[in-house]
Antibody, heavy 121, light 111 residues
Framework: EVQLVESGGGLVQPGGSLRLSCAASGFTFSNYAMHWVRQAPGKGLEYISTVSDNGGRTFYPSSVRGRFTISRDNSRSTLYLQMASLRPEDMAVYYC??????????????WGQGTLVTVSS | QSVLTQPPSVSGAPGQRVSISCTGS?????????VHWYQQLPGTAPKLLIF???DRPSGVPDRFSGSKSGTSASLAITGLQAEDEADYYC???????????FGGGTQLTVL
């Protein structure tokens, strides 16, 4: 069974840093691009990062570029999101998701349960 | 303001058919990017419902179907059931932004 399990969320002060992890199982992790998607309380879904299957390419929307860093360890089947200079508007549930298809056809076929990041003083 | 526009809410009685629209532009849906749909039940993670405009993952009932035309797409649900009450999101790729984008979401209420 394909499974994604996020961890690392918690309370952090504005300007602080946090690293999220996503442990994958049930599939060959190194064969898939992986993504992070977040959802602020009571709001919709927002795509925030992508890493290619071998980790060589990363992508970010302007809202987090320069502050967030996505990476992966294929030997551990684990995805990471290093978040820095956190702002109150970064408070959200963060989901990792497996990607399928090329750029214009990409969809997210498996999702973790999410981990909550709270940014507050 | 989402790049893909969805109605905030729709509703229908059990057994009825409802449709949820997703309106984009010439840089996403109109450029030929595929549209995908996700269902998010209350308090849970999103789940893939429709991919590649009109394909269903295994396990998704054929009461759910997708279509795409021009710069818009639609999700149709027939034989509405109480368990369908959820938030629904469309998703595509925007070539101008170079990002994958979601619609703002539609809350479906089963009356």
């Amino acid at each position: 069974e394909v499974q994604l399990v996020e961890s690392g969320g918690g309370l952090v002060q504005p300007g602080g840093s946090l690293r999220l992890s996503c442990a994958a199982s049930g599939f060959t992790f190194s064969n898939y691009a992986m993504h992070w998607v977040r959802q602020a309380p009571g709001k919709g879904l927002e795509y925030i990062s992508t890493v290619s299957d071998n980790g060589g390419r990363t992508f970010y929307p302007s809202s987090v570029r320069g502050r967030f860093t996505i990476s992966r360890d294929n030997s551990r089947s684990t995805l990471y999101l290093q978040m820095a200079s956190l702002r109150p508007e970064d408070m959200a549930v963060y989901y990792c998701a497996r990607g399928r298809g090329g750029a214009t056809k990409r969809y997210f076929d498996c999702w973790g349960q999410g981990t909550l990041v709270t940014v507050s003083s | 303001q989402s790049v893909l526009t969805q109605p905030p809410s729709v509703s229908g009685a059990p057994g009825q058919r409802v449709s949820i629209s997703c309106t984009g532009s010439s840089s996403n849906i109109g450029a030929g990017s595929d549209v995908h749909w996700y269902q998010q039940l209350p308090g849970t993670a999103p789940k893939l419902l429709i991919f590649a405009n009109n394909d269903r993952p295994s396990g998704v009932p054929d009461r759910f179907s997708g279509s795409k035309s021009g710069t818009s797409a639609s999700l149709a649900i027939t034989g509405l059931q109480a368990e369908d009450e959820a938030d629904y999101y469309c998703q595509s790729y925007d070539s101008s932004l170079g990002d994958w984008v979601f619609g703002g979401g539609t809350q479906l209420t089963v009356l």
